[in-house]
């Protein structure tokens, strides 16, 4: 028969080898700086930045910075285009440069993700063939060539 005295003095016996040997690994700072912006990656927008980060918060829940920056690149593009001799200029060069980086990161990020749902599609066919060839027919209806008999 034990005694429910046995144990008790075990936490006291704990407390007084191990309290002062873990606290010194504990935090002696638990304070967190509130930051009123948001943030966009490693950008962060607050009153310190912009006028308004509502604003652009709002803008950016709409159209990302990415479509903003490519609609200006085919804007610009476009300028370039009509004007003569437009490629001239160093200015008008950088930019049809920065435009075809993006167009080739887009067809990078394109291609990864098609190379993705392949592998997600042999994932699925070797798990679940029901779920699987429903997946495929669906991508098939997608595909006008598909239907009219081609690959």
Avoid: C
């Amino acid at each position: 028969m034990t005694d429910d005295t046995t144990n008790r003095g075990a936490p006291d016996l704990w407390m007084r080898l191990w309290a002062p040997w873990a606290s010194s690994f504990a935090p002696q700072d638990l304070t967190q700086p509130i930051n009123p912006g948001w943030s966009f990656g490693n950008v962060i927008v607050n009153q310190r930045n912009s006028r308004s980060p509502e604003t652009e918060q709002a803008i950016l829940a709409e159209e990302s910075y990415g479509r903003q920056i490519g609609k200006l690149l085919e804007a610009v593009h476009a300028l370039i285009e009509e004007k003569p001799g437009g490629t001239a200029n160093p200015a008008y060069r950088d930019i049809e440069a920065l435009r075809h980086k993006v167009e080739r990161l887009k067809r990078e990020a394109a291609d990864k993700r098609i190379d993705q749902l392949r592998s997600d599609l042999e994932l699925l066919k070797a798990s679940d063939k029901v779920a699987y060839e429903a997946k495929i027919e669906a991508l098939r209806s997608l595909l006008p060539e598909s239907r009219a008999g081609g690959t």
